[in-house]
Nanobody, 123 residues
Framework: QVQLVESGGGLAQAGGSLRLSCAAS????????MGWYRQAPEKQRELVAV???????NYADSVKGRFTISRDNAKNTVYLQMNSLKTEDTAVYYC?????????????????WGQGTQVTVHS
């Protein structure tokens, strides 16, 4: 099994910054995709930023130019630097990863979600 643990959420003022971290733990063979989604109250969960299987990045149009996703492969960790925050960025942010883990006898696909971290931006 692969677990994702997020940190770094909290309260910020509009125009401010926050940095989220997500660390994957377990006997991970490979991570194909890893990134961030968010869900605001009464809205569907949406992609924020993600590293794709090919190593490129995808961003939601609403965060382009303000958010930056980065990663430390050695630590199986992904970060989300959020600048110029807006009140509409308020949501629970979830880390998501897909890949292969070593069960001890074979490699098994995994698709894991973190527990979520609250980001609240006030004006």
């Amino acid at each position: 099994q692969v677990q994702l643990v997020e940190s770094g959420g909290g309260l910020a003022q509009a125009g401010g910054s926050l940095r989220l971290s997500c660390a994957a733990s377990g006997i991970i063979f490979s991570i194909n995709t890893m990134g961030w989604y968010r869900q605001a109250p009464e809205k569907q969960r949406e992609l924020v930023a993600v590293f794709t299987k090919g190593g490129s990045t995808n961003y939601a149009d609403s965060v382009k130019g303000r958010f930056t996703i980065s990663r430390d492969n050695a630590k199986n960790t992904v970060y989300l630097q959020m600048n110029s925050l807006k009140t509409e960025d308020t949501a629970v942010y979830y880390c998501h990863a897909e890949g292969l883990y070593d069960s001890g006898s074979r490699l098994i696909d995994f698709a894991s979600w973190g527990q979520g971290t609250q980001v609240t931006v006030h004006s």
